[in-house]
């Protein structure tokens, strides 16, 4: 069975950095980070292909945030710098069987519990 577990979420001032881990169990897949703030919706945030050479990005994390992966370790990353308020949410890992990395939350069949990061003005 497939299990994704992230970590490294918590509370941090606007400006500073934090970076998320998500290790998955079994095998490795495209893998994304997805967020959600209280009453939004899901949103896009990074995705990365199996092998790492392709990323894609949302227009929010261009610039700031990167994801990375080591697939030895069967773990992805997303270093977050330049942190703001509106960062805050809930930030979800994702896998996808699709070979390129994707925006879209239907390619992911595989996903996280999620971790908090809250960002404090």
């Known amino acids: 069975q497939v299990q994704l577990v992230e970590s490294g979420g918590g509370l941090v001032q606007a400006g500073g950095s934090l970076r998320l881990s998500c290790a998955a169990s079994g095998r490795s897949f495209t893998m994304a980070w997805f967020r959600q703030a209280p009453g939004r919706e899901r949103e896009f945030v990074a995705s990365?292909?199996?092998?790492?050479?392709?990323?894609y990005y949302a227009d929010s994390a261009k610039g700031r945030f990167t994801i990375s992966r080591d697939n030895a370790k069967i773990t992805v990353y997303l270093q977050m710098n330049s942190l703001k308020p509106e960062d805050t949410a809930v930030y979800y890992c994702a896998g996808s069987e699709y070979v390129a990395a994707s925006d879209s939350m239907a390619r992911y069949r595989y996903w996280g519990q999620g971790t908090q990061v809250t960002v404090s003005s």
């Open positions: 990365i292909n199996w092998g790492g050479s392709s990323t």
